[in-house]
């Protein structure tokens, strides 16, 4: 088994050449904070999760989370490292100071989280869900809500959940049954609820649930939706804690993968009716759950990143010690890594990993602009292109992740399918990164329906021009940077032609465009992905020109920008084509001929 | 979980559609078999599939095969199966009619085979590999052994294994360190084998094994590898079974997936060796093996296509029933096949299992025709092209059954990700496809070294003349035809690109050959699907002008004939853009920067 060691050389260069962390440093918000105290944040999270987190990945996959009686106990070894992870403040890295959080742009938080999840995914998602319901309270809660909750939550003392879906209301939240009936300053809340992640656990003593359901008075639909803190233990007004809340965990479900991550059925009401504090305004529930999705959403893709690079040293390691065969050419036995397709196998795994981190920070640092900075235009140009972006993160990331993951088993050869070694559970855990908060489909539809279609044309052309402003600005007798910046002029010009079809279809046609949706996703993301490295790379090569003494580490970002704009970036054609030529094919069969 | 269902339309039409089975019928060695005949063992093997070994498949991912003592379990209900398999008479159906076989076409065979692998999998292997041991028996055994072993093999009252790897020796053969010391007219054999597939189990009196050994004075390498029959039981002269042979089963691998096939570690010689007989000559034992690397290989090309139609049977009866949301531009709520993307999920899945039949099919007919034609023109024609064929069956079908199979778990949203609803168990059974039997890195060296840079040119040439002429001959004015016909007239293009390129850089650069052989499979195996389901659509469309009174079946085939050449087939030019390009890039980096 490999261990895990956090790539901070190359998280750095993302953030800093890529993503832009000089320029929200300079932020007010972030006045004080350097890039000497980013490096030791980095550093420290990096020991904390190769040496506590990474450890406890595999038990948590063989043991899993267990529930007994409505109790779930987490695998062994985990309660003791979630209390080192609270000690450690890493639970608030983002949040506000003046609650007890460490105050830092969420493209640094970006960069912690990847770790977690590298080193643990189904650990990391307990922070995770807290993150969104922290983001809730801070966006929507009342003041004394916020008084409440909001310290334990950000410290980590006490975890969140966000509870949504319902066995009949999976993508479709309009179905949610939930009912919640007004009873003195509170609500009673009766409903099962499924899916909910690490829904019940004894990581923390109490467990805050936000719970989407519907008042009796409530219109049925999307628009009868509102939004409920139900915490597992009521909480006195001393803020010590009080009686058992009505809500209890029926069982937990048996997953492809993340087997550490209790992934809960929760029943509210069983004796009368759970006791629910609205949140923010009746039926808006849904409005407020949009707010969190974002960066919930990003997360995901995230957490696709993440286990894609585990899976990648994973491999490389094997690649390395593993002899097999001879070098062409030669009689000497050699270890894999030297062989031609397994270096394919590797440069794809590698080069999808830095294009999938580009996006991803890129888009966590125009996030922190969106919310952060003093100038208005800013903030509403930035929060225009995150909502182009996140359906990119989220859907693009999570489908390489697994991309990147099954690689890594094939690297492994009939290892690969042996659980003992590991590179399975990565593929079994990145599974569901496609699928919760939102599939693929559902990222897709999003993007070419509100952020495409239903919005400003003018937003995609600003950025499709800054795109083509880079290709221009870029020197194209540079041997290292033509061949990228080529490839990515090519794939541009699919994008425009993939974009202006949709334009057209999404007027005439919507169930077509609907069929093209994910193909569009994926051209998208591709060229964002692509510009992103060129990026990178014409920062490296300066870097690299300027003699900055870390040659290799700079020549390995050149060739990796190379292979994914020549290897990977082909396929933006394949996608555009497929759309336009023939997205109505998909509908043409009735339904009885499937 | 949903029922499966033999598709014996689709498998029909292929069969004689795209496979030419009447052709084969005709031969002289299949007098009095008719399409009446054929018809009524696809039937019962439909039944005894859909009956029998589906409703085993679940017990057999939960509860596994297990080894306590060195004795192993199959899951409950499963001897009792394979006594019925045994009894049908489905063990033996391509082989020799005088050693108690069916005599079938291997085209019909490899139906046949299909159904197993879709209804269960891991219970598929167990026959699948006696197959392997008769193959080899029927050609190289002397007619003692023949008259030993053949029968009970053929009728499965015994079965058989293929003893390869040794830990140090995977795709490596070369390495293969196992010891055969002489000993008056028989070998003691002394060492350890892994990942030996049905390797030990309760399904059958005795397990006849093949083993790969090492002569004491034989070279190292592969010219000093000899093969040899190790009977679990030595068998009398009488053909009762004698005293238990010195081999025995030291574990059972923990895998991904198919739990109810036991994978397990041989300990030969433990007690001083176990008794062997040499098959054929010494040192000739890896050519024996690779006579039998044809049927093999194209056997787990077809487990790819059979576990890809099972999870698309579970898929569609999902969409089917699950409702959730509402059709665009109205307020009903529908089920979710009624979704575009959903479509387009299915479609995929649908139209790259009608291209892997195909493939499949037709590669399954070649190779009767190699063997089994009269003219030895036509078998030399054939064999050449059976060579070609097996990498893309292999490679392209287990690689496709793995994205089908992806799919499958897609289109079930969050309930995909349960282990209960199934989906995602073929998800875990199919990922071995890739890898066993030569892993697809393994399938595209041979193609490109042995079958086309070694091999006369004029093989190729043919039959890119073959598929070029379907595209001069097919009526470009049929609506149907036109798009299909011109998809595949484009990637013929590619495919000529490529292999002009191949060509090239093979004589040039071995090494970037190499780089580029995973991509130069997909570009062949996509233009031969993609030629095959033209000529499927063809006949599709003919058989719906003469209003056959079949008209839904056969619209389903052009518009799934029309979506693979649309929507899939692009891939074929982002794979040889991929390969021209930049294949060099792959071994760009030295191994220190990965």
Redesign the interface.
């Known amino acids: 088994m490999s261990e895990y060691h956090a790539p901070i050389d190359d998280m750095q260069f993302v953030l800093y050449n890529v993503a832009g962390l000089d320029e929200i440093l300079a932020l007010d918000e972030f006045q004080g904070m350097d890039r000497e105290l980013i490096a030791a944040i980095l550093d420290e999270s990096s020991k904390f999760t190769s040496k506590i987190l990474d450890p406890l990945n595999r038990v948590g996959d063989e043991t899993g989370s267990v529930c007994e009686n409505g109790s779930v106990t987490t695998p062994p070894g985990w309660k003791e490292a979630y209390q080192q992870f609270v000690e450690g403040g890493w639970n608030g890295l983002a949040f506000d100071a003046e609650r007890g959080g460490q105050g830092l742009p969420w493209l640094v938080a970006t960069a912690v989280q990847e770790m977690w999840h590298s080193a643990n995914m189904s650990f990391g998602l307990c922070p995770l869900l807290t993150q969104g319901a922290i983001r809730a309270l801070e966006s929507h809660g009342s003041k004394a809500q916020q008084d409440t909750y909001m310290e334990r939550l950000i410290s980590g003392e006490w975890a969140g959940t966000m509870n949504l ?1 319902e066995s ?1 209301a ?3 939240l ?2 949610i049954r939930t009912r919640a009936v007004p009873e003195n300053n509170h609500h009673r809340i009766i409903g099962q609820k499924i ?1 909910i992640t690490y829904g019940e656990h004894d990581l923390t003593d109490n467990i805050i649930h936000f719970v989407l359901a519907r008042c009796t008075d409530s219109p049925q639909g999307v628009k009868g939706i509102s939004m409920f803190i139900v915490p597992k233990f009521l909480v006195n007004e001393d803020g010590t804690l009080g009686e058992r809340n009505d809500v209890r965990c029926v069982s937990l ?5 993340i087997h550490g991550s209790p992934t809960a059925v929760l029943s509210f009401g069983d004796e009368g009716g759970a006791i629910g504090y609205l949140i923010g305004e009746q039926n808006r529930g849904l409005e407020y759950m949009f707010t969190m999705m974002n960066l919930a959403r990003h997360a995901v893709g995230v957490e696709g990143l993440a286990v894609a690079e585990r899976a990648y040293q994973h491999a ?1 390691e094997h ?2 010690q593993r ?3 001879t070098a ?2 030669s009689r000497e ?1 050699v270890a894999i ?11 794809t795994m ?1 080069s999808l990993i830095d294009a999938m981190r580009c996006l991803a920070y890129y888009s966590a640092g125009v996030f922190d602009l969106s919310i952060r900075h003093t100038d208005d235009v800013v903030r509403q140009y930035n929060s225009d292109l995150l909502g182009l972006l996140i359906p990119l993160v989220k859907g693009w990331c999570s489908e390489s992740g ?1 991309e990147v993951a ?1 690689i890594g ?2 690297v492994h ?2 290892m ?5 070694t590991g590179a ?1 559970q990565y ?2 855990d990145v ?2 990164t ?3 908060e939102g ?3 559902i990222q ?2 999003d993007l070419i329906g509100r952020k495409v279609l239903r919005s400003d044309p003018e937003i995609l052309e600003r950025f499709f021009t800054k795109m083509s402003q880079t290709v221009v600005d870029c020197d194209k007798d540079n041997p290292h940077l033509a ?1 990228i910046r080529d ?1 990515l002029m090519v794939a541009l010009k699919h994008l425009r032609r993939a974009t202006e079809w949709l334009y057209e279809i999404g007027r005439d046609n ?3 465009a ?2 093209a ?2 193909n569009y996703m994926n051209v998208l993301a591709l060229t964002v992905a692509g510009w992103l490295m060129l990026n990178m790379a014409i920062d490296a090569a300066a870097a690299n020109g300027a003699n900055s003494g870390n040659g ?2 700079l ?2 970002k050149l ?2 920008a ?2 994914f704009a ?3 970036l ?2 933006a ?2 996608h555009t ?2 759309m336009i ?3 109505s ?10």
């Open positions: 879906t009949q999976g993508s479709d309009a179905a899916f479900e048996h997953k492809l993968g490389v690649a390395r002899v097999q065969g062409i050419g036995r890594v030297q062989h031609p397709d397994v270096r394919r196998m590797l440069m590698k697994n099954y088993v094939q050869g009939g690969g399918f042996i659980e003992e399975a593929l079994r599974r569901i496609p699928i919760y599939t693929t489909g897709a539809n061949p490839a919507p169930s077509v609907a069929a949706s994910v290799k580490h020549t390995a060739i990796s190379k292979f020549t290897q990977i082909p396929r054609q394949a084509d497929a030529d023939s997205s094919v998909a509908l043409e069969l009735e339904e009885e001929q499937f």
